[in-house]
Each structure stands twice: as structure tokens, then as C-alpha cells.
């Protein structure tokens, strides 16, 4: 494997990682019966609303649990799978699925809550950089 994508690889693995400590933190406060005082500023600022809405589930599922998840397999896909054939195409598909998921929620924040959770605005920004990274690696291992 080329240097470069040793690189892009680390550098998705660590940033999945953040993403999965974040999503775990979001579930965390999912669950929480206490406020959040690091994340909750003011009715437009609160994780606390965010995590614990209507909105906060799919089918029963926690969403950040769903983050966590996400960011794992992520993790898997660019350390222990990252020398298979498939994982470009794969880690894509993947990075790209979170990122889609990632902007629904975010127009949930927008529109449905009309609030902004940190927490979620920090991991759409790492789903981000890893679906360009991702993007970066596919690219690469189509040359090669």
C-alpha cells in the first residue's frame, strides 16, 4: 500500500474514533436526566433539546447510538480492512451514507427544532472530512 493512503488511512481512523467519542457523549446525554452545561447555551444552542426529542430516535434507536456504530465500522474499514481490495469502495459508500445522514439531521436541527446542538454540529464536521478523505483514497486506489 502506497505511503499516501497509509496516511489517509490513519488519518480517517482518527477521526472516526473522535466521531465515535462524540456520538458516545450524544448518547450519553440521550439518556441523561441532569442538563448539560458544556453544550447548552440557550433555547438555540442545546444538545439537551436536540438529544432528547422526538427526532433523537429511529425506530427505537438512539441516533448517537446509530453515530457510534457508524463511526466504528468507519474505524474498522480504514485499520483492520484497509488492505482489501473493496475497503476504497466500501469506506466510501460508508463515509458517504453518514454524511447523507449527518445533513438530514442537521435540517431537522434547522427546521423541525429551530436548535443547534454542538455535540452534532462537531460530527457532521468529522463525517465531512472523512467522506473528502475517503473520497481521496478511492481516487487513489483507482490509479494505482
Known sequence: MPRA??????????????????SAVS?????AKSATAYCDF?????????????????MGVPVAAIGVAGY???CLLSTLWRTRAETPNRLLGAALAG???ALYLTYIEA?????WCILCLISLLLISLISVL??????????A
Do not use: P, W
Not at 440557550?42 to 427526532?55: G, L, T
Not at 427546521?111 to 436548535?115: E, V
Not at 475517503?134 to 490509479?143: G, Q, W
Open 72 to 74: 466504528g465500522v468507519l
Open 5 to 22: 493512503n497509509r496516511v489517509l488511512f490513519a488519518v480517517i481512523a482518527v477521526l472516526a474514533l473522535a466521531g465515535a467519542i462524540v
Open 99 to 101: 454524511l447523507v445522514f
Open 134 to 143: 475517503a473520497i481521496a483514497v478511492k481516487l487513489k486506489s483507482a490509479r
Open 27 to 31: 448518547l450519553q446525554r440521550h439518556y
Open 111 to 115: 427546521y423541525a427544532l429551530m436548535t
Open 42 to 58: 440557550s433555547q438555540k444552542f442545546s444538545c439537551d433539546i436536540v438529544n432528547r426529542s422526538e427526532y433523537s430516535t429511529l
